[in-house]
């Protein structure tokens, strides 16, 4: 999986809705693409201070969406 790393983004406080398909045009986001998948978005919600995410791009996390470094094995 080499050459494959996680997409780092800091979000706003507030919730979001995080692509769990991998057919989203507004990645890391859901756009609704994963109607009739099967899939449903990951709600993340952020208190206080804005946080960054490292969102998994290879799909062998063990935590989808968030990366937990499986790309590096």
């Known amino acids: 999986m080499s050459g494959i790393t996680p ?10 809705w995080i692509c769990s ?8 986001f859901c756009d609704g693409t994963h109607k009739g998948s099967g899939k449903s978005p ?15 791009r290879c799909r062998h996390s063990g935590n989808l969406p968030q990366c937990d470094g499986s790309h590096k094995k």
């Open 42 to 56: 990951v709600q993340k919600t952020v208190e206080g201070a804005p946080q960054r995410f490292a969102w998994c």
């Open 7 to 16: 997409m780092v983004t800091e979000l706003q406080p507030g919730t979001h």
């Open 21 to 28: 398909c991998g057919q989203t045009k507004n990645a890391p």
